[in-house]
């Protein structure tokens, strides 16, 4: 039998990006957010605690608005994350209430994280949901964190801020479920001899280099924001997986130690 990882997590923080959940034509992919829904519940009934950042507020508030490009003027992605957000959320409800599954919302700015009281707010509120076996949603709060406001409110992606929020609850693992099989040694959009890393022990200013910007016109990050937020799980000792989310069930097969995506893992 093939070798597997070994990946003791009891709290998980799972990141879904906007092309997890939205398909190429603006419409909702209820299919991911049902597979997502059944798999958490089953997650949190097995006595794992876990936590969701999901993007897909921006995009869902285009595929209301029949918007087919994301508009650059920041009120109009403001105006848009409000509306999707909400739309967001009642489908996850509906979704996870098939399960028996409460889930919780949490909208978040960087600032709030920078002043230690409110960020000890946060981290009761974050331990009582789990301790109750609730799942927190988590989004950045898009209405609030403008760039242009004068004290910091932005995490930049949910990417990094998901590797905030694992850290802030002290996770054991950060899975990160994306469009893509897992970090490539460049980028496969461009390059069709990239080959796909099952382990990676540093994020290095090469490895950076190997990073490409996103894949669809949905999403923010692209691999680099990937990167970034494995480094920071790493230098806290703990571990990512980065894998494809076309199938989230396939969370159950990555907590097996199924060697699926790239594991990002400190070598010790
Ligand atoms: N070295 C690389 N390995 C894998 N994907 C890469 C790489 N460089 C760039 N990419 C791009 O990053 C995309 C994933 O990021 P992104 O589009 O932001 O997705 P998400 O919405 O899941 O956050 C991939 O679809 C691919 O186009
Ligand atoms: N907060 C934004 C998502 C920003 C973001 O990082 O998106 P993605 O690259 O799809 O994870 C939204 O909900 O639309």
């Not at 897909?56 to 509306?83: S, W, Y």
């Not at 990512?240 to 060697?259: C, D, H, Q, T, Y």
Request: hydrophobic share 40%.
């Amino acid at each position: 039998m093939a070798e597997r990882r070994q990946l003791d997590a009891k709290r998980i923080v799972v990141k879904v990006g906007t092309s997890t959940l939205i398909y190429p034509n603006g419409k909702i992919n209820l299919k991911a957010i049902d597979q997502l829904s059944y798999t958490l519940s089953g997650l949190v009934n097995d006595g794992k605690q876990i936590v969701l950042v999901s993007s897909g507020a921006i995009g869902v508030g285009m595929g209301q608005l029949n918007l087919t490009e994301r508009p650059t003027d920041i009120p109009a992605q403001q105006a848009l994350a409000a509306i999707g957000q909400s739309t967001l959320m009642t489908i996850y409800q509906q979704r996870f209430a098939t399960y028996s599954q409460k889930i919780s919302q949490m909208l978040l700015t960087h600032d709030v994280l920078d002043y230690p009281e409110s960020r000890a707010n946060v981290l009761n509120a974050f331990d009582k949901l789990l301790d109750w076996g609730i799942i927190p949603v988590v989004n950045e709060n898009d209405t609030v964190a403008v760039d242009e406001l004068d004290h910091k409110t932005k995490f930049g992606d949910n990417d990094q801020l998901s590797a905030i929020v694992a850290s802030i609850v002290d996770a054991d693992l950060l899975i990160m479920l994306s469009d893509i099989d897992g970090f490539y040694d460049k980028n496969p959009r461009k390059y069709q001899d990239a080959t796909l890393l099952a382990e990676v022990n540093k994020v290095s200013k090469d490895t950076y280099e190997q990073a490409g910007g996103k894949g669809s016109k949905f999403g923010t990050g692209g691999m680099l924001t990937k990167l970034k937020a494995a480094k920071r799980m790493m230098k806290n000792g703990k571990q990512m997986v980065l894998a494809n989310g076309s199938n989230p069930s396939i969370i159950f097969r990555i907590l097996a130690g199924e060697k699926i995506g790239t594991l990002f893992s400190r070598e010790d």
